[in-house]
Each structure stands twice: as structure tokens, then as C-alpha cells.
């Protein structure tokens, strides 16, 4: 499924952005969805998912209780609300999908084969 992020920027420390991610295409709801990042010298690292149902969601340790992933099927978008930034979450910021059976699964990280281009989030000290 084609994907096309958007909402990245430049922001000081303890401020926020919303990222999206927009796909075309009528089968949105038959793939989980995922945010990545990847900071310059380090490997991509799997921020956020979410489940076909939208019920189920995983976060990486660093951004628990910060950021929110959401999705909304009629418009065919995922969101990543990400508040109290860091400098270490400076990064280009990916999203991804991921074709599954289960509406309640997060799938992991290597099931995800669709991916939009990455929209970069800078965060100042």
C-alpha cells in the first residue's frame, strides 16, 4: 500500500509534533501500521505500532508515555502525536504497513513490507 508521511520539523526540547501518514488504496484496514526512525550512524529503530482494530498498540521503552499512535480508517491515516520531545528523538521518522490476518496483533518489526518516505524531526536542546 502506498504511504506518504508528513508533520515533520524543527522544534526545541519539551515541545511536540504530530506526525501522519496518508496510503491510497480501498484495503487500509487489512494492514497494522508502524512509525520507525532512524538517526544518522544508527539502524532503524521501531517506534509505534498499531493493530488492524486500533485496540492493540506497542511503543519502544524510550517514548512510553510520550508519544501516541492512532489511526483513522475512513481517512485512511495513521497518526504519531509526539509530545515532551528530546534531542534523542531526533531522527527521520518513518511510517510502515504490514499485511496481517489477526485484527488484534501488532506484528513485529521485520513483518512490516510497506514503507512511505521518511519526513525528518529535529529536536533542539
Known amino acids: 500500500v502506498p504511504l506518504q508521511a508528513s508533520g515533520g520539523g524543527f522544534v526545541q526540547a519539551g515541545g511536540s509534533l504530530r506526525l501522519s501518514c496518508a496510503a491510497s488504496?480501498?484495503?487500509?484496514?487489512?494492514?497494522?501500521l508502524g512509525w520507525f526512525r532512524q538517526a544518522p550512524g544508527k539502524e532503524r529503530e521501531f517506534v509505534s505500532g498499531?493493530?488492524?482494530?486500533?485496540?492493540?498498540?506497542y511503543y519502544t521503552t524510550s517514548v512510553k508515555g510520550r508519544f501516541t499512535i492512532s489511526r483513522d480508517d475512513a481517512e485512511n491515516t495513521v497518526y504519531l502525536q509526539m509530545n515532551s520531545l528530546k534531542p534523542e528523538d531526533t531522527a527521520v521518522y518513518y511510517c510502515?504497513?504490514?499485511?496481517?490476518?489477526?485484527?488484534?496483533?501488532?506484528?513485529?518489526?521485520?513483518?512490516?513490507?510497506?514503507w512511505g518516505q521518511g519526513t525528518q524531526v529535529t529536536v533542539s536542546s
Open positions: 510502515a504497513a504490514a499485511r496481517v490476518s489477526f485484527r488484534t496483533v501488532v506484528p513485529g518489526r521485520t513483518d512490516f513490507g510497506s
Open positions: 498499531i493493530s488492524r482494530s486500533g485496540g492493540s498498540t
Open positions: 488504496g480501498r484495503t487500509f484496514s487489512s494492514y497494522a
